[in-house]
């Protein structure tokens, strides 16, 4: 039986680390993949609830040329890396994370996180943020995490507020998102300050 479970343990970090498939309670986070163009459009195309965002497509061939350009390799610094949130029972598709690896030293990463709207207000995003973070600091040994968010984007600052994530800075008019010169506000995590929202079950 302890062999057995070696194995299994052992199975699990290869898996985790080659592909970064992780679970929580209620929720399944893997890589995306073209067959997911059709549900990511379906609610990354609602321009009233991404009204924050700097993407939002037009067709599903917007949609597919952004996973095309998404980096197929974990970890490469200089890249996206986009995972995408699913429910198991279901196999709904439910939002995305977007994982910025950042070139200084490749120990800083950049994350975003869209959920679809009828699925907001459940706690989808921070349960899947805390385990993509926990895979972060404790598997890929980054140091700080940084994101970056309008003013306005209220449900994304108590997002990152709740997860731990300080205010560092407030940039004025710094990024021209859909015509518009817009603030930016960038929060941030070190994975010192990570400690005590550390899953468990994910070490
Ligand atoms: C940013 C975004 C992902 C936040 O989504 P969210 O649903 O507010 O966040 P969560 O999924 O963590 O849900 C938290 C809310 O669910 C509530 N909740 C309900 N059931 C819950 C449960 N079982 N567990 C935890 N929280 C629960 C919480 O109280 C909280 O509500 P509150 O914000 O009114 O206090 C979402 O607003 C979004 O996709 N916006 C559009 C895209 C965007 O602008 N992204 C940011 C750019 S990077």
Known sequence: MQYGGFIIVRQRLIVKTKSMEL???RLYIRPVSV???EAIFEYRSDSETNKYQGW???NIED????IAKTSKELNVPGTW???VITEPESGLLIGDIGIHFKDTGNLEVEI???LKKGCQGKGYATEALKKVIDFLFMDLKKHRIVTSIDPDNTSSIKLVERLGFRKEAHFVESLLINGRWVDDIVYAILEKEWGNNKTTENM
């Open 63 to 66: 949609t597919e040329i952004f």
């Open 81 to 83: 890396f986009q995972l």
């Open 23 to 25: 679970k929580t309670d």
């Open 56 to 58: 939002i497509p037009q």
């Open 35 to 37: 067959n997911d163009k």
């Open 112 to 114: 975003g996180c869209t």
